[in-house]
Each structure stands twice: as C-alpha cells, then as structure tokens.
C-alpha cells in the first residue's frame, strides 16, 4: 500500500475513534484567562502583570477591568478610585481608606492617576505577589505592551475579557453612565483592531444592554454573584449574552446544563484552587478565570 494510502486510513481510524470517545483528548479551545493579568503573581491590572500571564502558553484570555478618567481615558483598574490596600501617594505615602471619595479616577486627569504606586505595597490577601512600582496603565499602553511581547516572543496575541465597572450608585459620580461607557470602550477596541477578540463583561446589566444596542454582534459576558438564578438574571439583562460568568461557587452540574441549553458558555469566576479547577472542569465549564496561572498545569 502505498505510503499516503496508510496516512490517510490512519487518519479514518483516529477520526472514528475520537468520535466514538469524545473525551479522550483535551478540548483545546479551553478558555483559560488571567485574571487582573496574574493578580496571584504580580500587581493587578498592571502591564507586567499582563505580560506574566502571557509566559504560561495554557492562557488564552487577559482579563481586566476599566475605569474613566476625568479626560475620559480608558484606565486599567478594578476600583474606580486609587485603592487604599495597594496604591500610595506620588511621595510614597500609603493612601487611606478615608481618601477613596477624593481620589476617584473619574474626577482625576490621567496624567495626575499615573503618578500613583499600585504595586509597592504588595497585596495582603496575595502573599506570592512579588512587590514592583508600577502605574495603572491606560488601555492602549496595555494592548501594545502585549502586542509587542507576543511578537518579540512569537507567541500568538490572546483574546481579552474587559469589565466594564459600573453600578447605578456610581453613575456620574465615580464613573460616566453606562451607555457613554460602553461607547467610549467599543469604539476604542475598534481603533486598535481587537474588537473581533475582546468579550465585554459586567456585573451591571444596563452596561451590556449599551453595548448590545451598539452592536448586537459583540460578544457579551454576565457576570454574577447574586442568588437570582439563572432565569431571573436573564430575565433582568433582556437578551442571552454569549457568557455566562458566575462566581463558582453558584455552579452545579445542573447550573452548568442549564446555561449550555440555552447556548452560552460557562466561564465562573474566580477560580485558585487546582482541586476546584478540575471540579469545574468535569462539570463541563467551557473556561476558568484565576488568578494563578501558575496553577494550571497541576
């Protein structure tokens, strides 16, 4: 038989047996993301933290969150203010927690917010975060950063998870309102080309409803933490998003069918523990955000 005869009856037989025991390799499509970079490694939302993450091939996804500065810049950061558990004044001062209100990213100019150390002082609940200086970086300053590491580093560019932080309380206060929010970040990805692999998250159903009436082809994730249930949330946001992103400690089995009946995928929450990991996974989850991507390969 000729060579090319056996490759191709080589490639029938793994083809049928693959079929018949779909579970024997692992899904590659595994959507593994690092969350805030690698929070459990280096300082949160922050360019090394991002460029951390990319060294572990098994992270598909940087997950981030954004605030709005007083010159509507789009800031890498989970708070909407200069948090007193990890940030200190331009002097070095640590900042306290009776300064979050007058020291909101909103109400800031960037070039004021850059001046700011969130990384020196560690994080308490981390105790692996290594300590650096750093700055809370602009969204742009974080997607050439890792544009130029994958290429210089011939890694393929990964997909993004952005959280657009927004609540009712906060609106015109500490942040813009949602539906400007949401404007100021899809025509932002649209400028840098990543539009196409960047999901748009939020706890805040009136975010995702802007960014569905914007364009109802982005892909959208729900993230919650609340006891609603899963028709009660869909129910509030008024369309079913591609993702479904709960803290995982709300999943079951059962929760897990229930979100792939409807046609989303699962993508809980925030996930450390290797023995958990792999609870999920056998739950049927369709990807893990963690802190610790050092983690995965156990």
């Not at 460029?51 to 800031?75: C, G, H, N, R, Y």
């Not at 990805?189 to 805040?204: H, N, P, V, W, Y």
């Not at 993702?243 to 046609?263: D, F, T």
Request: proline content about 7%.
């Amino acid at each position: 038989m000729k060579r090319t005869h056996i490759y191709l009856l080589i490639g029938i037989i793994s083809s049928i047996t693959a079929c018949m025991n779909p579970k024997s390799e692992p899904d590659k499509t595994f959507d593994w993301q690092g969350h805030r970079g690698a929070r459990g490694l280096l300082p949160e939302n922050t360019v090394p933290a991002f460029l951390k993450a990319l060294e572990f091939p098994e992270i598909t996804t940087l997950e981030l969150d954004l605030a709005v500065s007083k010159d509507s810049q789009l800031v890498v950061s989970h708070e909407p203010w200069l948090s007193h558990q990890i940030c200190s004044h331009p002097d070095g001062r640590p900042v306290l927690e009776t300064e979050a209100d007058s020291l909101l990213i909103w109400q800031m100019p960037y070039d004021q917010i850059r001046q700011y150390d969130c990384g020196s002082r560690g994080n308490a609940r981390f105790p692996e975060q290594a300590s650096l200086a750093v700055h809370k970086p602009l969204l742009g300053e974080v997607l050439q950063a890792v544009q130029t590491w994958c290429l210089e580093n011939q890694r393929p560019e990964p997909a993004y998870n952005i959280e657009i932080k927004s609540m009712h309380e906060w609106d015109s206060l500490k942040t813009p309102a949602p539906d400007v929010f949401a404007a100021l970040l899809v025509d932002a990805l649209k400028k840098a080309g990543i539009l196409e692999r960047t999901c748009i998250q939020s706890f805040d159903v009136r975010a995702l409803q802007a960014v569905q009436q914007l364009d109802p082809t982005r892909i959208t994730a729900l993230l919650v933490e609340n006891e609603l249930g899963l028709e009660e949330n869909l129910r509030l946001l008024g369309f079913v998003p591609a993702i479904y992103s709960p803290y995982h400690e709300l999943l079951s089995q059962a929760v897990v069918n229930s979100i792939h009946e409807k046609g989303m995928k699962v993508i809980p929450w925030t996930v450390n523990d290797a023995g958990r990991m792999q609870e999920l996974i056998d739950m049927g989850v369709d990807g893990i955000i963690t802190d610790y991507p050092d983690r995965i390969i156990k």
